[in-house]
């Protein structure tokens, strides 16, 4: 793993929970942001814990789980969403990361894979969030 990886994974993470609460109609403020940080913590939290346990295959296999749980028990636990908007806003969420990833694997399928591949999924990313959090 590389320093790249990690840089990836945390862009990801913070798309993923920054655009889930937009989702989930939750106004950027003080509490939220504490809310948004407290979720990337306990989500990178549990990953590192399976991976040291269980090792890098287990937590890609669980990802979904140790990614979107934490997300989903802070909207239910301290906004109180319904279950429906739980399942809304992160699967929208998830749905908004897709373009990105599919310009990656065009992009590996023409040239293979490299760290460029690696760069060009976070700017998209990037690009992305921003898009995504000014209409949303």
């Known amino acids: 793993m590389t320093t790249l990886f990690f ?19 939750i106004r950027f403020s003080k509490k ?6 407290s979720v990337f913590l306990l989500s990178t939290v549990l990953q590192l814990v399976f991976f040291v346990i269980f090792g890098e295959r ?5 990802y979904p789980l140790l990614a979107h749980l934490p997300i989903a028990l ?7 969403k319904r279950l429906s908007t739980i399942f809304a806003s992160i699967s929208a969420a998830y749905l908004c990361c897709q373009p990105a990833k599919w310009t990656e ?16 999924y ?15």
């Open 58 to 62: 287990i937590v890609w296999m669980l």
């Open 105 to 120: 694997l065009f992009y590996i399928e023409l040239f293979g894979k490299s760290d460029f591949a690696d760069w060009l």
């Open 7 to 25: 840089i990836r994974y945390v862009a990801l993470l913070v798309f993923g929970i920054a655009i889930s609460f937009a989702f989930a109609g």
């Open 122 to 136: 976070i700017i998209l990313l990037v690009l992305s969030f921003i898009i995504f959090i000014k209409t949303v």
């Open 32 to 37: 939220a942001f504490c809310s948004e940080f």
């Open 74 to 80: 802070v909207f239910l636990i301290r906004y109180m």
